[in-house]
């Protein structure tokens, strides 16, 4: 399975400090974010249906 920080590609294989979570928006894509970009609150973006979200 591919664990990598949506935002920043992270490898977060063998971490804990994520969060993950579908998109809010059409709910088919997961949307992974490390701890850095968490508490940078960088946005995300969906791949399937562009949405970019904070
Ligand atoms: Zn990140
Ligand atoms: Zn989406």
Do not use: A, Y
């Not at 664990?3 to 977060?12: H, I, P, Q, S």
């Not at 850095?36 to 791949?47: A, D, V, W």
């Amino acid at each position: 399975m591919d664990l990598k920080c949506t935002t920043c590609g992270v490898n977060l294989i063998g971490q804990d400090d994520f969060v993950k979570f579908e998109c809010p928006q059409c709910g088919e894509t997961t949307i992974i974010r490390c701890n850095r970009c968490k508490k940078l609150s960088t946005k995300f973006k969906c791949e399937k249906c562009e949405f970019e979200g904070p």
